[in-house]
């Protein structure tokens, strides 16, 4: 499908949603919804320019200009749907002491919250996720029952929260520890301690639940930059779900691709390697002054907290190559020169790669001006792991400066 329909389909999509809810009885909106799987798919829309476009810019030795950038602007989205259900309040009870109505109330049914998180930026813990609170617990002759324990649906910042069915916006949670109720539990019973009548208990309220819909926009953790061919979407391709185009020619990618990590194709801990990798197309020598079609893409990379610098294996210069991609980062924006750096020699695989491989790794740390140097093969997947626990680490590190950095301010 052509990118512009794709997209016109796309942005379309919370109307014709609209559409179908509102054809819905009102009665099944909340109560009885059906399941549906929650999407494991990344979603991107896309506003401009259509991929034909930047195929003309790919022939141009100096396109698009720095101009261009405000039109290139992206979105990613992620998306997941989760069950959510409040649980019923207990029972209260009859009962007497010395001839006084002393029966204890039910607890209240557990609510269901959503809590902001700042260590999150995905959406992949929700992913078939089911959120039930604890039911309160009816009262017995003497005492009361104990309120049922709440649920609690951890989301990234930035995350906009929906009742599916209703198609109604509940929310927005933006910064850490924000909290909302979705859902309350249901009321304890009254005993007849509370009425004073020995015959009346008031019945405990019931349960709530409903779909929930859970969007945020992705931002991605780490950048991938190099030059053309250097094996960016391949290495993308062998961590994630993500499909970019791959071949043995420059330019291949000519458009953004953002996968999230999944660390347990490597035998490392389901979800624990959730971080958001952003592809981006080759950079060349000028790309800062425009030349190529990285300088559009370089803004997104700004965002990223951490880069992985590929170096194609094959290169007669990898060292040379380094710091020609870096001059033209630091040209480009000094935050970027700034964002701490892995480099990874690619293609590993290749035996003519592999011959002297400590020495082309000892040209790149001595040109990187630090050790965090690396072969991999995403052909064969070698080293893949290894990558992956680096980068998380580097990550985590980063986060923790950064989060030490605006408590400070
Ligand atoms: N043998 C081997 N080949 C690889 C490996 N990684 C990438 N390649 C090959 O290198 C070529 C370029 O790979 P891409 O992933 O398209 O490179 P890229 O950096 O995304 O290139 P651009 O999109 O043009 O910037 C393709 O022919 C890949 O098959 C690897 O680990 N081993
Ligand atoms: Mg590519």
């Given at each position: 499908?052509?990118?512009?329909?794709?997209?016109?389909?796309?942005?379309?999509?919370?109307?014709?949603?609209?559409?179908?809810?509102?054809?819905?009885?009102?009665?099944?909106?909340?109560?009885?919804?059906?399941?549906?799987?929650?999407?494991?798919?990344?979603?991107?829309?896309?506003?401009?320019?259509?991929?034909?476009?930047?195929?003309?810019?790919?022939?141009?030795?100096?396109?698009?200009?720095?101009?261009?950038?405000?039109?290139?602007?992206?979105?990613?989205?992620?998306?997941?749907?989760?069950?959510?259900?409040?649980?019923?309040?207990?029972?209260?009870?009859?009962?007497?002491?010395?001839?006084?109505?002393?029966?204890?109330?039910?607890?209240?049914?557990?609510?269901?919250?959503?809590?902001?998180?700042?260590?999150?930026?995905?959406?992949?813990?929700?992913?078939?996720?089911?959120?039930?609170?604890?039911?309160?617990?009816?009262?017995?002759?003497?005492?009361?029952?104990?309120?049922?324990?709440?649920?609690?649906?951890?989301?990234?910042?930035?995350?906009?929260?929906?009742?599916?069915?209703?198609?109604?916006?509940?929310?927005?949670?933006?910064?850490?520890?924000?909290?909302?109720?979705?859902?309350?539990?249901?009321?304890?019973?009254?005993?007849?301690?509370?009425?004073?009548?020995?015959?009346?208990?008031?019945?405990p309220?019931?349960?709530?639940?409903?779909?929930?819909?859970?969007?945020?926009?992705?931002?991605?953790?780490?950048?991938?930059?190099?030059?053309?061919?250097?094996?960016?979407?391949?290495?993308?391709?062998?961590?994630?779900?993500?499909?970019?185009?791959?071949?043995?020619?420059?330019?291949?990618?000519?458009?953004?691709?953002?996968?999230?990590?999944?660390?347990?194709?490597?035998?490392l801990?389901?979800?624990?390697?959730?971080?958001?990798?952003?592809?981006?197309?080759?950079?060349?020598?000028?790309?800062a002054?425009?030349?190529?079609?990285?300088?559009?893409?370089?803004?997104?990379?700004?965002?990223?907290?951490?880069?992985?610098?590929?170096?194609?294996?094959e290169?007669?210069?990898?060292?040379?190559?380094?710091?020609?991609?870096?001059?033209?980062?630091?040209l480009?924006?000094?935050?970027?020169?700034?964002?701490?750096?892995?480099?990874?020699?690619?293609?590993?695989?290749?035996?003519?790669?592999a011959?002297?491989?400590?020495?082309?790794?000892?040209a790149?740390?001595?040109?990187?001006?630090?050790?965090?140097?690396?072969?991999?093969?995403?052909?064969?997947?070698?080293?893949?792991?290894?990558?992956?626990?680096?980068?998380?680490?580097?990550?985590?590190?980063?986060?923790?400066?950064?989060?030490a950095?605006?408590?400070?301010?």
């Amino acid at each position: 499908m052509p990118p512009r329909r794709a997209s016109a389909l796309l942005l379309m999509l919370p109307l014709l949603l609209q559409l179908s809810a509102s054809r819905a009885p009102r009665a099944r909106a909340l109560q009885r919804s059906s399941p549906r799987r929650a999407s494991a798919l990344v979603r991107m829309v896309f506003d401009a320019p259509a991929a034909e476009e930047l195929r003309d810019a790919r022939a141009s030795p100096a396109a698009p200009g720095a101009d261009d950038a405000g039109e290139l602007e992206r979105f990613f989205f992620d998306r997941v749907e989760v069950f959510a259900k409040a649980s019923p309040g207990g029972a209260g009870a009859l009962s007497s002491v010395m001839g006084r109505p002393a029966g204890g109330n039910g607890g209240n049914g557990g609510a269901v919250w959503i809590e902001c998180d700042a260590s999150l930026n995905t959406l992949t813990h929700l992913q078939g996720a089911r959120f039930v609170s604890g039911r309160g617990a009816d009262a017995n002759a003497r005492a009361s029952g104990a309120f049922g324990k709440d649920a609690v649906l951890r989301v990234p910042p930035n995350c906009v929260v929906a009742a599916r069915d209703r198609n109604e916006t509940l929310g927005t949670l933006s910064t850490h520890g924000e909290r909302m109720c979705v859902l309350v539990g249901g009321l304890g019973g009254k005993g007849n301690g509370e009425s004073g009548r020995p015959d009346r208990c008031t019945p405990p309220g019931g349960a709530s639940s409903a779909w929930l819909s859970v969007q945020m926009t992705l931002v991605a953790d780490v950048g991938l930059v190099g030059l053309p061919n250097a094996g960016k979407s391949t290495l993308l391709r062998a961590v994630s779900k993500a499909r970019p185009k791959v071949a043995d020619y420059p330019f291949t990618t000519l458009i953004p691709n953002l996968g999230v990590c999944e660390g347990e194709r490597y035998g490392l801990e389901p979800g624990a390697f959730s971080m958001v990798w952003l592809d981006i197309p080759g950079l060349v020598e000028g790309a800062a002054a425009g030349k190529g079609l990285g300088l559009a893409f370089l803004r997104h990379t700004e965002r990223c907290r951490v880069l992985l610098h590929l170096v194609d294996g094959e290169s007669s210069h990898p060292d040379a190559e380094l710091l020609t991609i870096n001059r033209e980062l630091a040209l480009y924006s000094p935050q970027l020169a700034a964002t701490p750096q892995a480099v990874v020699l690619t293609k590993a695989d290749l035996p003519h790669v592999a011959d002297g491989l400590d020495l082309k790794l000892g040209a790149l740390a001595a040109a990187a001006g630090h050790g965090r140097v690396m072969a991999v093969s995403a052909a064969d997947g070698s080293n893949v792991r290894e990558l992956l626990v680096r980068t998380r680490a580097m990550l985590d590190r980063e986060q923790r400066r950064q989060a030490a950095q605006s408590n400070a301010g």
